[in-house]
């Protein structure tokens, strides 16, 4: 696995395509709220306002992109692009390529939306109340 040092530096690594699609999703997901902020950890871009909410992921063999949200578990995927991968918790979208973006976009900018919101009311990150309840299980 290769290891990154900023967020710059995990686009510009990437195949043109992918380099590509990303900077557009960074773009969008970075003027979906005037707070927005970005930060780079675990080798991956990390997005949100209060606690970080949603990240990118990119898929095998060069195959596109995934958002994954934290809370997706917890979003109502009106949409019906929020993809749970049978994982518990994060549920994300897949963008195969620009075009695949923008036939998803104006969805895509309702799922950030929605995610946005469920920060603001959630105190604590996803991964906070993880390990809370956890701690509370070994009690």
Request: aromatic share 10%; glycine share 6%; with cysteine.
């Amino acid at each position: 696995m290769n290891k990154y040092i900023s967020i710059e530096n995990f686009i510009e690594s990437q195949e043109p395509l992918i380099a590509t699609l990303m900077s557009q999703l960074r773009v969008t997901i970075l003027n979906a709220h005037p707070k927005m902020i970005e930060r780079f950890m675990f080798n991956t871009a990390m997005f949100g306002v209060k606690n970080e909410f949603c990240y990118f992921v990119v898929l095998k063999k060069n195959a596109g992109i995934e958002v994954g949200f934290h809370r997706g578990f917890q979003m109502s995927n009106e949409q019906g692009l929020l993809e749970s991968k049978k994982r518990k918790f994060i549920h994300g979208v897949t963008f195969r390529d620009l075009e695949d973006f923008k036939k998803k976009e104006a969805s895509f900018k309702e799922i950030l939306q929605e995610a946005i919101i469920l920060d603001d009311i959630n105190e604590k990150s996803i991964f906070s109340e993880i390990l809370q309840a956890g701690r509370k299980k070994k009690s």
